[in-house]
């Protein structure tokens, strides 16, 4: 099986999906014997597509709505003919619940409907800025760790990751209000 994780995220966002997309395709050669690459969307050449069995959409958003960089890969594909192809996504967002990534996996979806590809689902992450700066990293490369098995067997992927338990995030918000509160109250006597 060979897989494409193909980045599109913009340039500023680089970095970040180096390190998870590097990651991912380790998990991929390492562990599950597939051939894999990773590619960018502005540089890759639309002619090898039909080399790969599966794509992973490897993307950030930054205003909830799905990169330029991705829309112009698929215009860029537009009349190339391949094989059928297993379609997924890993989309990483910078606010704590990753559902946010929902309507540009639906857009990823209805686009491979089109041209008879198979969406095969999307493993989204939330707060990654926060995740790449703690010892959450761990916890996310073992969902990624998860994703390329899920990738490799062709399943079905409903995956969601965040920074912080929603109980963590909450007490977390609790007390930063509590000491914004104290302090207002201080300031006002």
Known sequence: MNVLVLKASLKHAGATMDLFCDKLNVFFDKRCNIESKVENSVTFDPGTLRNYDAIVFAYTLTTGSIPSTLLEFFDRIEGVRTKDLNIYTMAFCEEYEPKVCQHSNEVVAF??????????????????????????????????QMFSNIVKNGQECNQEVSALTKKSFLSQGNRYWKKQIRKERHKNR
Request: net charge positive; aromatic share 24%.
């Open 111 to 144: 686009w491979a409907q089109r041209h008879g590809y198979h969406y095969r689902g999307s493993f989204n992450i939330g707060s990654y800025f926060v995740i790449t700066r703690s010892p959450a990293l761990f916890v996310v490369t073992n969902y990624l």
